[in-house]
Structures are given as C-alpha cells and as structure tokens.
C-alpha cells in the first residue's frame, strides 16, 4: 500500500505560482509512476502531468505546458508540481495518483490517490 498526501494549495492571484507537493509513504515509492490530476467544480477530473518512476519521462496536459513542471526526489518520497503564470482556469482540487505503471496513472487507472489540495486562482 502506498499513501499520498498533497500539500502546499492555496488562494494565488492570476499570474502568481504555487508549488504543490505529494508526500508518499508506504511501499517502495521510488518504484512508483506518480501523477498530478484536478477537478474543477462541476467538471469532470482532468490529468495534468505525469513522470515516470526514474523521472525520465514527463507528461503534461496541453493546458499547461510551459507554466507548470513536475518533478520528483526520491529520496524524499516526494512528487512536486510547481505552477507559474497561473490562471482563474487553473482554480480546482488538485490530487496526486501513483501506480506501478505511468500508462495507468496518465490513463487515471492509478492505484492510489490522495485526498486533494484546493487551488484558487482569483482574477
């Protein structure tokens, strides 16, 4: 079992950054591909980025290419995402997911999920 815990949302003005991390405990999470999903408000959850267990692979939602970067160290047990430029669009519950393979975390088929961190961005 693999336990995440998001941390680090909050209330930004447009054009400010937040940087969002994912705390994991539990089995080898080195070994795990981790991701970062948001739900914004009567929308259905949408993937953000992902990277691979050694880090060598990174994904991004078009959205957000070029303002958000996701990044992990190990020897943490930690998955960040930090965003710039941000916009009201970007307001949402932001949750990280892990699994085994990194298909089934950008395919939301992610073992394990955290609880969320809510990200307002205010205009």
């Known amino acids: 079992q693999v336990q995440l815990a998001e941390s680090g949302g909050g209330l930004v003005q447009a054009g400010g950054s937040l940087r969002l991390a994912c705390a994991a405990s539990?089995?080898?999470?080195?070994?795990?591909?981790m991701g970062w999903f948001r739900q914004a408000p009567g929308k259905e959850r949408a993937f953000v980025a992902a990277?691979?267990?050694?880090?060598?692979?990174?994904y991004y939602a078009d959205s957000v290419k070029g303002r958000f970067t996701i990044s992990r160290d190990d020897d943490k047990n930690t998955v960040s995402l930090q965003m710039n430029s941000l916009k009201p669009e970007d307001t949402a519950v932001y949750y990280c997911?892990?699994?085994?393979?990194?298909?089934?975390?950008?395919?939301?088929?992610?073992?394990?999920w955290g609880q969320g961190t809510q990200v307002t961005v205010s205009s």
């Open positions: 997911a892990a699994d085994g393979s990194l298909r089934a975390v950008v395919d939301f088929r992610g073992d394990y």
């Open positions: 539990g089995r080898t999470s080195s070994m795990y591909a």
């Open positions: 990277i691979s267990w050694a880090g060598g692979s990174k």
